[in-house]
């Protein structure tokens, strides 16, 4: 759905006060529910296992849903979306229309794990169990959301359950325009390693955020070499992924600068020395706003 669409649902601002306000646990009480009486709101007991392999539920079960007024942005249940007909069969094995079933390669009360295409050693997607269209959905940026990205790395990191072949990795998720299916997925993928080296460079050089306030400032954007050549980006140096990192960029990009969520796209690069994993993250935002900037993750992933 695009925002003309969706002119006379929920305003995101209201819908974020609100939240702030209230607190995200009484404002989503009324969270969608999945197709076929899966139970995913606060408090529920998760999605009931299909065909897929299962993993213990969190503590507290599956995190909340979209509430029923956020429907026209975020998406309906009973959409026939490919993707989420996809998590439909991982989590009830109910059969897409198409007929093809995909491969359920993580199944967890909040999330599955998906082969992307082409299929590779390298290309998988993290999809919610809840249905969410993608990074205009203002429910993102709520306290109750499950942390999609501290997931997608747990999974796709060396030893992960579903480890993407890759000395550098990378997650990434799209703008609204420049995805192909609008079921929230994130991409877990590779990335060059001069795309590792550039940001260790730029970071040995002071030229990144170190705190989330910082992220629009132009000092802390750098060009990045990637497919089709360079493109800007704002680059923010985080610990972990503990943060909300869709709040993160509303909060201190897309809000402050009059942007929309719909045309931000988000890349986390792991810093990767020579002993491993650094303990460190390089959180990339772009947009068509920027000079030479980019609304596509798929400029810096690699997939096969």
């Known amino acids: 759905m695009t925002d003309q669409q969706n002119a006379n649902e929920l305003p995101r601002r209201q819908f974020v006060a609100l939240s ?15 197709s076929g009486g899966t139970a995913v709101a606060a408090g529920g ?22 509430p029923a007024q956020l429907q026209g942005i975020c998406g309906r249940p009973t959409d026939n979306e490919p993707l989420w007909n996809d998590v439909q069969y991982c989590v009830s094995g109910k059969v897409p229309p198409s007929g093809q079933k995909p491969d359920c390669l993580k199944m967890t009360p909040n999330y599955i794990v998906l082969r992307g295409k082409p299929q590779s050693t390298k290309n998988y997607l993290l999809v919610p169990t809840c249905r969410i269209t993608g990074i205009e959905c203002p429910f993102l940026e709520t306290s109750g959301v499950a942390n999609y990205w501290h997931e997608a790395w747990e999974t796709a990191r ?31 993928a590779g990335v060059r390693p001069s795309t590792q080296r550039r940001l260790q460079d730029l970071e040995a050089q002071g030229r990144m955020a170190t705190s989330p306030s910082q992220w629009a400032a132009p000092a802390n954007h750098a060009p990045i070499s990637g497919t089709g050549g360079d493109r800007e980006y704002r680059i923010l140096r985080l610990p972990n992924l503990t943060a909300n990192l869709f709040d993160l960029v509303y909060r201190n990009v897309a809000r402050p600068n009059s942007l929309s969520m719909a045309d931000q796209t988000i890349i986390v690069v792991p810093k990767i020395t020579a002993t491993g994993f650094a303990n460190a993250f390089y959180v990339l ?12 993750c798929d400029r810096l992933l690699v997939y096969s």
């Open 158 to 188: 060396g030893g992960g359950s579903v480890p993407v072949q890759s000395t550098y990795i990378g997650l990434g998720i799209n703008s609204q325009g420049a995805r192909r299916l609008d079921q929230l997925h994130i991409h877990l």
């Open 20 to 34: 702030g306000a209230a607190g995200a646990g009484t404002l989503l009480t009324g969270a969608a529910a999945l």
């Open 285 to 296: 935002n772009s947009d068509n706003s920027l000079h030479d900037g980019t609304s596509t």
């Open 45 to 66: 007991t998760g999605p009931t296992p299909g065909t897929c392999p299962t993993t213990p539920p969190p503590p507290g079960g599956a995190s909340p849903c979209p």
